[in-house]
T-cell receptor, first 112, second 115 residues
Framework: AQSVTQPDIHITVSEGASLELRCNYS??????LFWYVQSPGQGLQLLLK??????LVQGIKGFEAEFKRSQSSFNLRKPSVHWSDAAEYFC??????????FGAGTRLTVKP | KAGVTQTPRYLIKTRGQQVTLSCSPI?????VSWYQQTPGQGLQFLFE???????NKGNFPGRFSGRQFSNSRSEMNVSTLELGDSALYLC??????????????FGPGTRLTVL
């Protein structure tokens, strides 16, 4: 079965600084990859997804992610973080067996 | 278009009781999935329903069950509640069946506390 690891439990960045959240997956075939964001008391919102094609994926709110097969990674990036980006971010991996696995999440704090 | 709605938003039960949670998907969506989110285990998939049939199931005991109605609304039931069932239960809807491929839209969740 597939699995996903988010190595960073908590990250703090200053407003306006760049951001990179790490995600590594384990799966034998080409996975379906997702990044979700969850604000306190809210459900998950899809930021972006990768199924195939261009390995650099653009999402909402200025986020992008790059699929690197050689590194089994799908890191999320944003060039300039806004205070409203403070939330918890989840990477998820899906497979052809219709199983979906989520990472443990990375909590982002934005300093003024 | 209205999003996914879940009722109730908060619930307090005692051990041994049972509970039913409700989820209304986005209009036109026929797939509804349920997830449990806890600090210790994170987000875990419970089951997916499409056209009133359970299509996929996670690794949860039989105390967790669900159903879907003809209007695509779904309910999730947990019987004989245990303290460990305290969690945020999230519902997600999508147009087609298949967790891995179709985009899922999540509701705000139901916070269940078991005392």
């Amino acid at each position: 079965a597939q699995s996903v690891t988010q190595p960073d439990i908590h990250i703090t960045v200053s407003e306006g600084a760049s951001l990179e959240l790490r995600c590594n997956y384990s799966y034998g075939a080409t996975p379906y990859l997702f990044w979700y964001v969850q604000s306190p008391g809210q459900g998950l919102q899809l930021l972006l997804k990768y199924f195939s094609g261009d390995t650099l994926v653009q999402g909402i709110k200025g986020f992008e992610a790059e699929f690197k097969r050689s590194q089994s990674s799908f890191n999320l990036r944003k060039p300039s973080v806004h205070w409203s980006d403070a939330a918890e971010y989840f990477c998820a991996v899906g497979a052809n067996n219709n199983d979906m696995r989520f990472g443990a999440g990375t909590r982002l704090t934005v300093k003024p | 278009k209205a999003g996914v709605t879940q009722t109730p938003r908060y619930l307090i039960k005692t051990r041994g009781q049972q509970v039913t949670l409700s989820c209304s998907p986005i209009s036109g969506h026929r797939s509804v999935s349920w997830y449990q989110q806890t600090p210790g285990q994170g987000l875990q998939f419970l089951f997916e329903y499409f056209s009133e049939t359970q299509r996929n199931k996670g690794n949860f005991p039989g105390r967790f069950s669900g159903r879907q109605f003809s209007n695509s609304r779904s309910e999730m039931n947990v019987s004989t509640l245990e303290l460990g069932d305290s969690a945020l239960y999230l519902c997600a809807s999508s147009l087609a069946v298949g967790l891995s491929t179709d985009t899922q839209y999540f509701g705000p969740g139901t916070r269940l506390t078991v005392l």
